[in-house]
């Protein structure tokens, strides 16, 4: 059974758990890194909105045929002795003409962690791709 917002507040009022309703609707926490999630114009939710806005210009490229194969939050598995060591997942994966190019949507300040300047390394090493990072 389907009901609406205020039906579903009327039943909790009834049961006497408005408490739990107040606590369940209350602030999330702030994001890290202020990040806001971004709903795009084709329904997918995107961890930023500059990563958005590269999604739909990169749409637009690959339907004006400049790219290929354009794919988002690809998973890159970092594997020693068949034991997964991390992974890394980027924004967007595509080709430009032969070139495979790995994007990913970075602010400056996450650009400099040391966690992802690892993964950046593995990537360079492992699959020997360099991952083009783009900024705010």
Same mark, same amino acid.
């Not at 739990?20 to 890290?32: V, W, Y």
């Not at 790219?67 to 002795?81: E, G, K, P, S």
């Not at 190019?101 to 970075?106: F, P, R, W």
């Given at each position: 059974?389907?009901?609406?917002? +205020? =039906?579903? &507040?009327?039943?909790?009022?009834?049961?006497?758990?408005?408490? =739990?309703?107040?606590?369940?609707?209350?602030?999330?926490?702030?994001?890290? /890194?202020? $990040?806001?999630?971004?709903?795009?114009?084709?329904?997918?939710? &995107?961890?930023?909105?500059? +990563?958005?806005? *590269?999604?739909?210009?990169?749409?637009?490229?690959? *339907?004006?045929?400049?790219?290929? *194969?354009?794919?988002?939050?690809?998973?890159?598995? /970092?594997?020693? $002795?068949?034991?997964?060591?991390?992974? /890394?997942?980027?924004?967007? !994966?595509?080709? !430009?003409?032969?070139? &495979?190019?790995?994007? !990913? &949507?970075?602010?400056?300040?996450? *650009?400099?962690?040391?966690?992802?300047?690892?993964?950046?390394?593995?990537?360079?090493?492992?699959?020997?791709?360099?991952?083009? +990072?783009?900024?705010?």
């Amino acid at each position: 059974m389907r009901m609406t917002e +205020e =039906q579903y &507040h009327d039943l909790l009022a009834k049961r006497g758990l408005a408490a =739990q309703l107040i606590r369940s609707t209350a602030p999330t926490k702030r994001p890290k /890194f202020l $990040n806001e999630k971004t709903i795009g114009r084709d329904g997918i939710v &995107h961890d930023a909105k500059g +990563e958005c806005q *590269r999604w739909h210009e990169l749409q637009l490229l690959e *339907r004006a045929g400049a790219i290929t *194969r354009l794919c988002r939050q690809v998973v890159y598995a /970092f594997v020693d $002795n068949g034991r997964l060591v991390t992974t /890394f997942k980027a924004d967007f !994966d595509y080709y !430009d003409g032969a070139a &495979h190019i790995v994007e !990913d &949507h970075k602010s400056p300040r996450t *650009r400099k962690l040391e966690s992802y300047r690892h993964k950046v390394k593995l990537m360079q090493s492992q699959y020997g791709i360099q991952i083009r +990072e783009v900024t705010k």
